[in-house]
């Protein structure tokens, strides 16, 4: 084991908390002495204690001397958890490797700084790509104070997400459903649009094998058409928000709420999807999963308000000029009008392809 492998055990660690600590981030953290692993830690929930706690009290005594790999900079703040730096200098760790900085603003620089002027080696940087592309949603909410946004789709080869009546069971293979199944899991809410909820009635939870964290339903209705027998709505294992305009049958709206339902509605008569992140990211939701359809995948698109594009490419031509394309909205008069993305993971999941995109200024 060379230092490059224990900074990697450190992030398969946190990898293993990815959609648990909301609103913080993944983190892990080993402590290695004379050669021999003597502590490892990670983050799992937020409010609990951070990974170099359950690092260092792992180790016991010998935490004394040891070199700790850690994957995001030590905290130098008192937050819901004292802050980790003192606890590291207190445990008379001499080293410290830290994979990539934290941009929170309480920390920023100040937990590598306070390490170094109680004497401990500190150097940034090991597995840095890893570790910014492991906690993205956390780096992008923090800096923006707005969700991460994935747009997904199941798609043909055509890019088609329906065929012309509507119907869309099954466009992608049982692998590629179940995969997404791990994106609900990971994102903290998951965005429709009203077609779709009238259309499929979905339940939008989680159904992993061992479970998984269900993400808060978040709908975009503008005229409050949502029924009272919908799933999302007499389901209770997750909260559904529903966005609205400012044209809106109170009566119904009072109906939902006595279910347990939030009803926003907005100042306008039409959603605009820039004051519904806003508002998604006072209520401390770090990331949103945006799975269709074709009108509310073109307004997130139009407005630049996506940090990545995940598509389920299916072996398969649905065909037909009626049949719902992937993106709709009005789009551009010629292809320079479109958005340049470019491709950053290409997997094979069953007979499918999973093809992440992410804007080029991101
Ligand atoms: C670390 N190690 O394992 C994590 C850190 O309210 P608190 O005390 O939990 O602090 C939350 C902030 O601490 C969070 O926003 C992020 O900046 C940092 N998270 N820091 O040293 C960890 N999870
Ligand atoms: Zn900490």
């Known amino acids: 084991m060379n230092d490059y492998d224990y900074m990697n055990l450190a992030i398969?660690?946190?990898?293993?908390?990815?959609?648990q600590t909301s609103p913080n981030p993944s983190v892990g953290a080993v402590l290695v002495k004379d050669g021999r692993l003597?502590?490892?830690g990670v983050h799992l929930e937020a409010g609990t204690p951070?990974?170099?706690?359950?690092?260092i009290r792992s180790a016991g005594s010998s935490a004394k001397g040891a070199t700790m790999f850690v994957t995001l900079e030590p905290c130098s703040h008192q937050g819901k958890t004292p802050p980790c730096a003192d606890l590291i200098i207190a445990s008379g760790i001499e080293k410290v490797f830290v994979a990539t900085t934290d941009p929170n603003p309480l920390v920023a620089g100040k937990g590598i700084a306070k390490l170094r002027n109680a004497g401990i080696d500190v150097e940034v940087g090991l597995c840095r790509e890893d570790a910014l592309q492991l906690n993205e949603k956390f780096f992008h909410f923090i800096q923006t104070n707005t969700p991460f946004v994935t747009i997904k789709a199941g798609i043909s080869l055509d890019g088609k997400i329906a065929a012309k009546s509507g119907d869309s069971k099954w466009i992608t293979s049982p692998e590629s459903r179940q995969d997404v199944h791990q994106l609900r899991h990971e994102h903290d809410g998951i965005l429709v649009g009203i077609n779709t909820i009238l259309h499929d009635n979905p339940l939008l939870t989680t159904?992993?094998?061992r479970g998984g964290k269900n993400p808060i339903r978040i709908v975009l209705d503008t005229k409050l058409m949502m029924p009272i027998s919908a799933n999302v709505v007499q389901d209770r294992s997750a909260k559904t928000i529903i966005f609205t305009g400012n044209e809106i049958d109170l009566e119904r709206k009072k109906e939902l709420e006595t279910l347990g339902v939030t009803v926003l509605p907005q100042d306008s008569p039409r959603i605009k999807v820039k004051e519904v992140l806003r508002t998604l990211g006072v209520l401390k939701i770090m990331s949103v999963l945006v799975e269709g359809g074709s009108e509310v995948h073109a307004s997130f698109i139009e407005e630049n308000a996506f940090q990545q594009i995940i598509a389920y490419i299916a072996p398969k031509i649905i065909g037909g000029s009626n049949a719902i394309p992937f993106v709709g909205g009005v789009g551009p008069e010629l292809v320079k009008g479109g958005h340049q993305l470019h491709f950053t993971a290409i997997e094979h999941i069953g007979p499918d392809l999973k093809i992440t995109a992410k804007p080029l200024t991101e």
């Open 207 to 209: 159904r992993r094998p």
């Open 12 to 19: 398969s660690l946190a990898r293993s908390t990815l959609g």
């Open 38 to 40: 003597v502590g490892t």
């Open 50 to 55: 951070h990974a170099e706690v359950h690092a």
